[in-house]
């Protein structure tokens, strides 16, 4: 219930600022419309174009004019600058010369940089870099036919 009453009040203030606003811009409007009217008439009186006038005061209409144009650029936000859409590179993969070798589960040893050390490897899982170079290097079948332990 206060909250709605907070809200209530807060709305009719900001109403009564609205009104005021209005008031105050009707009164400006009417005053412009008088005050060029009586320019008009002034004009007319003297036999002065309005463009004879203006060409007078020329240099200060002119200063009038960029005062209001440096206002007017200050509130507007900056224009982004336009940016060219990135266009997405393909990434090239090395190609590899040969075929990658699929070493099946098993132990395996007997490999010529250390003949006594075993590998076991698993159904799923990493293979041991070693067992892989050398099968690369002499084959997949004479790598099981050497460095095979368990059949």
Known sequence: MASIKREIDTLRAKIARLEKEQKK???????????????????????????????????????????????????????KPVSKKKVATKKRRSQKTSTQIKIPAGQYGNLPSDPELRYVVKEKGPRPKALKAYAEEIGLEAFLATCRIDG
């Open 25 to 79: 811009a009707a009164q400006e409007k009417q005053a412009l419309a008088n005050v060029q009217s009586q320019i008009d008439k002034i004009l007319k009186d003297n036999g002065i174009s309005f463009e004879v006038y203006v060409r007078n005061n020329q240099s200060l209409i002119s200063r009038v004019l960029a005062k209001i144009e440096r206002v007017k650029d200050k509130g507007d936000p900056p224009a």
